[in-house]
């Protein structure tokens, strides 16, 4: 539970990355989802790894870092298989590691199974983790509030703002509420460890119900306090804090700018295409 | 300014029942006003109509009569839940999130900021993540996030229901405080125990109308009404209401200062709370051996914990939030796998078994009934243990438990629109049907009056007369005196002591090492003379009553 609470959230540390102002890191996040989205240099991916290792270290947050990659290598090593396998049933020209060809439901066909198709699988792979690293790095570093008053400073509505703010206040209560209905259930007598698959498949839908009322409650008791709190977004509102850009934020933007430039001249230069 | 309510009805639609009929009230400035009343007798469709969310948010009931507020009066409510309230990721960010709303400049909201930091003594919570802060300070940053919006009325909604005793003591003071300060204020709280010494003004509710009005030390003597509202109220004061029926002299008296002057003189020197008997150590059923966990971040949740569970005795574990109770427990069910030493039950290892598995000997409620409730009807989630588990049960048996604990009208009705109290009492209800022969029950009080404590203790006994375990975790330490054996105290995942209560109630030391009150009616018995206290009221009387030496005697 404890280990669990810490995923998808906020981590409180004081680090450079941390103390960024939140529009530098939301810019940071642009760059490199289009960037991850475009490049598909094996070299350049491989340098967008080595700075992303870099900023994780210099924001003390490799381990959680670690937890993430933990969390994905299953959807990792599915899209690692599928492009290999999907790159094997293609003829590339690249080194040659089986080739066979075969007929099914006359069908002709040709497997080729070569080294681009490792690298195919693995650079789809990076790619992917990439772009969730990018987004998670900005989750971990940056709180909700810091990202409403961002989003508010780029003349986001306020109510937009506030609702995504939201969305990261609730998901980490909406995780821990799910982990502690599985709890109550199990200490009922629900079982869940030692069944087969449908079973568990069956038992996890019970479970919904439940954190559906919560969820609904939880709702409910939120709409209540914005009652409360006079919350209307028809009327401006004030801010106890205002944000503004610092020296390090010009140093990291410096560094994404020129990590930038150095991934497009590796991926100009070592694009292989396949 | 005062606030007045005439002629106030509700219903929630045109074909639902009436919930509040003709309430007529006052709340009067700078005073704080106690609304009381039993589960489900319109407390809280009061407090939504007071703050506006009825008919602003709720517009489909029927609303007649007045409620005079005056003007751009500010009106704020502090839930029960503070985390489903405060709006911010850190502590500042949460208290200017009300002043924000209201367009004010950035001068007046750091002054504000500032003066709500420095009335609740909270300047060192300042820089905090809202997600670290202990309930209690969860709390009084709530209540400081609605203060900073200079609220003419404060109303506060079961604010302490959550906490444990530090908690709610963080809590009292803040609303000393707030008293001190003039400002008006509105708890509604059946549990009379915890505040009872700042309120000024006591309004109860029954079936959705007014059955009492007026002063705090008048509804501490009617004790009919008490009853029929099922309101706790403080452990002098039924001391005072049980011996009262006892001795025709005996002054009122509601604190423990004035219960020691008016009981001084009518007790022997060195008199018997009550004989415990001596009983020679038997087996356990349960047990604990060099018990540790430490997750995965380092943090150390338990610390070599030895403890033992004996058949048929109710064994409470105390200690504040944080020192380790509900890890232990959940260790005792499976769903925490210790890092060194083992949990066995009759003798043989727990481990290596499924949670469900556990559950056919070793059952755990949750504190939260909302976590378990998921059939469509109550009789269903009465007996979903039993299915579970594949223990055999008759319809009969079943409706025999809802008639018993007053739910049998409600058996077809969805358990989630039970009030509260009763979805808990429900949750606890469905483990008599279990196999299980340790009935662990997780702050089992919660949303409960005082009928539906009354119901519990029936439970607890019944379970206790089948000779069956029961592992109970309260903050409710005058309850936890009275039902239990054994005391289990833990402070910071290590355990302090264990032993019979009547041990532990002579170690002051203890208590006050882990900040907890003994109850009243011990520290009475103590200041009185006795040579073991009592523990509970109705043993204290009967001591009081056994060796009297002054005053009249009813009986």
Known sequence: ??????????????????????????????????????????????????????????????????????????????????????????????????????????????????????????????????????????ILTTNFSQIILGLQSWRVPYAVAFGVGLVFQIIPMIVQEFATIMEAQKSRGLEVDKCGPLAKMKNYVIVSLPLLFRVLSKGHAISLAMHYYKLNFKVRRTSYKMIKATYSDVLFASATLVATVVTIILQLTYYIQI | MNFKIENVSYKYSADAPQILENINLEIRPAEVTAIVGPSGCGKSTLVSILSGVIPTLMSKGELSGTVQTGENVMISVVSQTPENQLFGYGVEDALAFGVENLGLDSEEIHARVESVLDLLKIQHLRKRAVT?????????VCIASVLAMRPDLLIMDEPVSSLDPQGKRLIQSVLGQLRASGQTTVIVDNNLDWFSGIVDHVIGIDKGKVVFDGSKEAFLTRFDVQQQLGVLIPQEAEIYRVLSNRFADLPPFSTLEDAFEALRDRVAPNISGSIEPVESPEAPVLETRSLSKSFQDGFQALKHINARFSKGKVIAILGQNGSGKTTLVKHLNGLY????????????????????????????????????????????????????????????????????????????????????????????????????KVVILDEPTLGMDLHLRDQLETIICDLKKQGKTVILISHEIPLVFKISDELIVLDHAEKLAEGTVRQLAENEALFERVHIDLPPVVQ????????????????????????????????
């Open chain 2, 132 to 140: 670290t802060l202990s309930g209690g300070q969860r709390q009084a």
């Open chain 2, 337 to 436: 796998r210790p890092s060194e030493g083992s949990v066995t039950y009759k003798g043989a290892s727990t481990a290596g078994k499924s949670v469900a598995e556990i559950s056919r000997d070793i059952i755990l409620v949750f504190q939260h009934p909302e976590h378990m409730l998921f059939e469509e009807n109550v009789i269903k989630e009465l007996t979903f243990c039993a299915r579970a588990q594949g223990i055999p049960f008759s319809e009969e048996e079943a409706l025999a438990v809802l008639e018993k604990y007053d739910l049998l009208k409600d058996k077809e009705e969805l358990p989630v629109n039970l009030s509260m109290g009763r979805k808990h009492l429900l949750t606890i209800l469905s483990v008599l049907f279990s196999s299980a």
């Open chain 2, 524 to 555: 009475l018995s103590k200041q009185l003379g006795f040579q073991t206290p009592a523990c509970d009221v109705e043993s204290f009387a009967n001591a009081i009553t056994g060796s009297r030496t002054g005053g009249a005697v009813l009986e």
């Open chain 1, 1 to 138: 539970m404890r280990f669990l609470s810490d995923f998808l959230q906020y981590v409180e540390l004081d680090s450079f990355l941390h103390r960024l102002d939140p529009r530098t890191k939301f810019v940071f996040f642009i760059i490199m989802s289009i960037l991850t989205s475009f490049v598909k240099s094996g070299a350049a991916l491989l340098f967008l790894f080595l700075v992303f290792l870099s900023i994780w270290l210099i924001g003390r947050i490799g381990k959680y870092m670690l937890v993430l990659a933990n969390k994905v290598k299953v959807l990792l090593l599915f899209i690692f298989l599928l492009w290999l396998v999907l790159g094997a049933f293609s003829v590339h020209g690249g080194p040659l590691i089986y080739r066979t060809a075969f007929t099914l439901f006359g069908n002709h066909y040709v497997f080729s199974l070569e080294w681009y198709d490792f690298y195919k699988g693995a650079v789809y792979a990076l790619r992917i983790f990439l772009m969730i690293a990018a987004f998670y790095t900005v």
